[in-house]
């Protein structure tokens, strides 16, 4: 079964910067593009961008586009996010999705990331 | 950006009760429209994607209808494990972007 797994929760100062893991499994990794959303607390969900896990091409919402690094490893069938310069507004949980047509249809447990002094 | 409105907010209901939530996006999305259930602590999980089709594994009591800006996703007979919060999400144009949710809850 399709499965995504991602590293463990993060403590960060504002300033610095977090690298999330997303570990794929059940599925051929280099067919199907992986989003991240992240959902602050008591808010919405926020899609942050895209990677076509086949040939890494990028797609990122403005919003984070100059401080968001999508990667990927095809050998070990992980993508990563990487954000930058953080503030306090960027606590929240940051999930990895398979891509599905645009949805998303298989999600990881989420990853949540604390900024604080 | 395209905005994603839905009502109600909340939406207290009883088990074996008809439910809808419905979902309007700020400018026109053809079917580009899925729903996800999401329960507290969890990961959302895919309902319906172009509008109307039913991700394989969920039960048929769920249904999505609309085009346009207009959507409607309906349960119609809920059942104890549906109380959770509800999210469209529209993939027409880029960035995607989703509701701000529907909780259902236990009248």
């Known amino acids: 079964q399709v499965q995504l797994v991602q590293s463990g929760a993060e403590v960060k100062k504002p300033g610095a910067s977090v690298k999330v893991s997303c570990k794929a499994s059940g599925y051929t990794f280099t067919t199907h593009a992986i989003h991240w959303v992240r959902q602050a607390p008591g808010q919405r969900l926020e899609w942050m961008g895209w990677i076509n896990a086949g040939n890494g091409d990028t797609r990122h919402s403005q919003k984070f586009q100059a401080r968001v690094t999508f990667t990927r490893d095809t050998s070990a069938s992980t993508a990563y996010m990487e954000l930058s310069n953080l503030r306090s507004e960027d606590t929240a949980v940051y999930y990895c999705?398979?891509?599905?047509?645009?949805?998303?249809?298989?999600w990881g447990q989420g990853v949540l990331v604390t900024v604080s002094s | 950006d395209i905005q994603m409105t839905q009502s109600p907010s909340t939406l207290s209901a009883s088990v074996g009760d008809r439910v809808s939530i419905t979902c309007r996006a700020s400018q026109t999305i053809s079917h580009w429209l899925a729903w996800y259930q999401q329960k507290p602590g969890k990961a959302p999980k895919l309902l319906i994607y172009k509008a109307s089709s039913l991700e394989s594994g969920v039960p048929s009591r769920f249904s999505g209808s609309g085009s346009g800006t207009e959507f409607t996703l309906t349960i119609s007979s809920l059942q104890p494990d549906d109380f959770a919060t509800y999210y469209c999400q529209q993939y027409n144009s880029y960035p995607w972007t989703f509701g701000q949710g529907t909780k259902v809850e236990i009248k």
């Open positions: 999705a398979r891509d599905w047509g645009g949805t998303m249809d298989s």
